[in-house]
């Protein structure tokens, strides 16, 4: 199923080998299977629309699989937030489209109190600041509304004019997606909580989980 789909892909969207193989690597044919929106995936990998918004580019769930922690192994947010330094270049790829880094551990100060945001990235195609947030636990409402806080430092003390309102990712192990829209204003476009796997997961498992939401 996994090569036909690749095959088909491939004659009906006139790639070359090249395309062909970054599709591949990306792992195309299991992000369609994870993903509630599984066309607006296709659209983007077929080219046939630019990315819009944080959403079309930030991917979710992304696949850290390069960083070698071991699924079943303990480690804290500062053991992944190091090992996605040490592969920065892999995991802004995994990220999405246009990223570049900018701080680590940045320090703000407000009224006396400092805080240290985990990761400070740019988006060049949506020309914002991109705050990553890491959490190794199932994310809670106190986790963002605290990411809400550094992207509204961000809008009123970094940003300049001519540069869209900043996007928060909560890099999380695990999240109640009801929680998050909850927490969320309605019309909220700037916070993102996106989980993370340390391993893809097969295709037998993928089909499995599809079955279940069918």
């Known amino acids: 199923m996994k090569r036909e789909f690749y095959e088909a892909e491939a004659v009906k969207n006139a790639w070359s080998s ?3 193989e970054r599709q591949i690597n990306s792992h195309l044919y299991e992000r369609l299977l994870m993903s509630n ?3 607006a995936v296709l659209s983007i990998a077929r080219s046939e629309k630019e990315p819009a918004d944080a959403q079309d580019i930030i991917k ?10 071991k699924q079943e192994s303990n480690y804290y947010e500062k053991d992944l937030e190091t090992k996605i330094i040490t592969h920065l270049q892999e995991f802004l790829l995994e990220l999405g489209n246009g ?3 900018m701080a680590r551990q940045k320090r703000i100060h407000l009224a006396g109190d400092d805080f240290f945001i985990d990761l400070v990235l740019y988006n060049r195609l949506l020309q914002c600041f991109v705050i990553v947030e890491i959490k190794t ?9 605290q990411l809400q806080m550094y992207v509204n430092y ?37 916070i993102i909580a996106s989980k993370y796997q340390l391993y893809l997961p097969s295709e037998e498992q993928l089909l499995k989980e599809l079955r279940k939401v069918k």
């Not at 769930?61 to 922690?69: A, K, R």
């Not at 636990?137 to 509304?145: N, Y």
């Open 18 to 20: 090249r395309q062909l």
């Open 60 to 69: 979710d769930p992304m696949v850290l699989q390069f960083l070698g922690l």
């Open 37 to 39: 929106h599984p066309e």
């Open 154 to 190: 961000h809008d009123r003390f970094e940003k300049k004019d001519h540069e869209n309102p900043t996007i928060g990712i909560l890099l999380c192990a695990d999240k109640n997606d009801a929680v998050v829209k909850i927490t969320l204003p309605d019309d909220n476009q700037t």
């Open 99 to 101: 990223f570049a880094f």
């Open 137 to 145: 636990d199932k994310i809670t409402h106190q986790d963002i509304g």
